[in-house]
């Protein structure tokens, strides 16, 4: 899943068991707050939206929120 990284935002391809990186970098950021998200810490995203969260439950707002 992960190549080789650099410092700065990582560009991914959301699936719904994992993700692709398409572009190099060392974290995402999150589309509801902001916050960058390390790439072995990400574990919340929307295959829908291809976006990511930082937690589950920004996450289950943001999908709530959408409805």
């Not at 060392?26 to 990400?42: E, R």
Request: hydrophobic share 40%; charged share 15%.
């Amino acid at each position: 899943m992960l190549m080789n990284s650099s410092t700065g935002p990582a560009k991914l391809l959301y699936g719904p068991n994992g993700f692709r990186q398409m572009t190099a970098g060392d974290h995402v950021v999150c589309a509801v707050t902001g916050a960058p998200i390390p790439l072995d810490m990400l574990r919340y995203w929307s295959v829908e939206r291809q976006e990511p969260y930082a937690t589950a439950e920004i996450a289950t707002q943001r999908l709530l929120a959408g409805a």
